[in-house]
């Protein structure tokens, strides 16, 4: 035999000298979720081990993802008051924009990102503002967008340092490009959630935010994830219009998307291990069933593999721990 695979699997040094991927904690982005009231750390029942935390002990979970080395954090707010135009997500008063405020005071070194979305804030659980046709209620896409840029804009005056679009309304980077530059965040960079399926796997992260649609579905903006090239469609349409940073979204059931993505675009692209994926992880090594580390490095190594270099995850702290102690 000339070709021996095995020569290069002998020991540990060598197996590192020639590992093919490496996953940074530079690339890390940790989902969080603020909720409105005082002294609030109250663990999401889907999601053992994840808090919603009220703005004045947020600092605490900030902390530890500074000490770990995650800079970077995404928040979503849960608001006490919904309505059917979701103006709570607009407030400058609002529990992300406080949340914003009081990060940026506290820890100016992190990296703030928000998602943009209205789905936390209606009392209807939609990501945007209904329209009738015909009696059948659905999202209205245009109507929508000038909310979403309002939203977009008010998350840039309390101090986001990136606004991330996940509702899937078309057209809606455009709008919150323009709507930036006019207001003077010309430097504010947007990352799309472009491809984001209709998935079962945000089903926890509902229960997390309070956002589960009231009637019907997602699946009239939400992408059908039967489909493979319209993924591209999606992604170069947002690049088009001024999409800085383009996301994958979920992660591990759709690393063939997030490869063909990643080999068409010339801008970075983000995969985002989403609630279900967590609670998976979470419940069977709860049980003894599986090795959560190592599922979980290998889920992360598989995402940078596939060709994304951000990685939003709730398990952001502990890759990075798993990064210190080279297990990933
Ligand atoms: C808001 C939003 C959702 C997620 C991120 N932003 C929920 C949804 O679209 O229903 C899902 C995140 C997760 O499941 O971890 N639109």
């Known amino acids: 035999m000339i070709k021996r695979p095995r020569r290069l699997r002998q020991n ?14 530079d690339g890390l982005i940790y989902p969080m ?12 029942p889907s999601m053992e081990g994840q808090y919603r935390w009220s703005v004045d002990r947020m600092g605490e979970k900030l902390g530890q993802l500074q000490d770990a080395g995650v800079n970077s954090v995404m928040f979503f707010g849960i608001p006490d008051h919904k309505d059917s135009a979701g103006s709570g997500a607009y407030d400058p008063d609002g529990i992300v924009q406080r949340a914003l405020r ?9 990296y703030l990102i928000t998602d943009v979305c209205m789905c936390e804030y209606t009392d209807h659980g939609h990501c945007g ?26 998350h840039a005056q309390a101090g986001a340092d990136m606004v991330a679009p996940s509702d899937m309304m078309d057209g809606r980077v455009l709008a919150m490009r323009k709507a930036l530059d006019e207001a003077g965040f010309t430097h504010i960079p947007i990352m799309s959630y472009a491809v984001k399926y209709a998935s079962a796997f945000y089903g ?24 493979r090239k319209e993924a591209i469609k999606e992604a170069l349409s947002d690049i088009d219009e001024g999409a800085d940073i383009i996301m994958v979204k979920p992660a ?5 998307i997030l490869e063909d993505v990643a080999e068409i ?6 995969a985002y291990s989403v609630s279900g994926e967590y609670a998976m992880v979470k419940a069977a090594s709860d049980k003894g069933w599986i090795d959560g580390s190592r599922i979980l490095a290998e889920m992360a190594t598989a995402v940078f593999r596939a060709g994304a270099s951000i990685y939003l995850t709730y398990f952001a702290e502990e890759i990075a721990g798993l990064i210190d102690r080279g297990e990933i």
Not at 135 to 148: C, P, Y
Request: aromatic share 8%; net charge negative; glycine share 4%.
């Open 33 to 44: 979720f603020v909720c409105e009231g005082e002294n609030v750390k109250e663990e999401i």
């Open 265 to 270: 675009v010339n801008v970075p692209v983000a």
């Open 252 to 256: 591990m059931s759709y690393l063939d």
């Open 129 to 154: 503002i209904l329209c009738e046709h015909d009696g059948v209620r659905d999202v209205d896409n245009d109507k929508t967008l000038e909310m979403l840029a309002r939203i977009a804009v008010s």
């Open 204 to 227: 926890p992260f509902r229960d997390a935010a309070d956002s589960a649609p009231q009637f019907g579905d997602r699946r009239t903006y939400q992408m059908d994830y039967h489909n």
């Open 12 to 25: 540990r040094v060598l197996r590192k000298m020639v590992q093919e991927t490496h996953v940074s904690k």
């Open 102 to 110: 009081q990060a940026k005071k506290d820890f100016p070194e992190m």
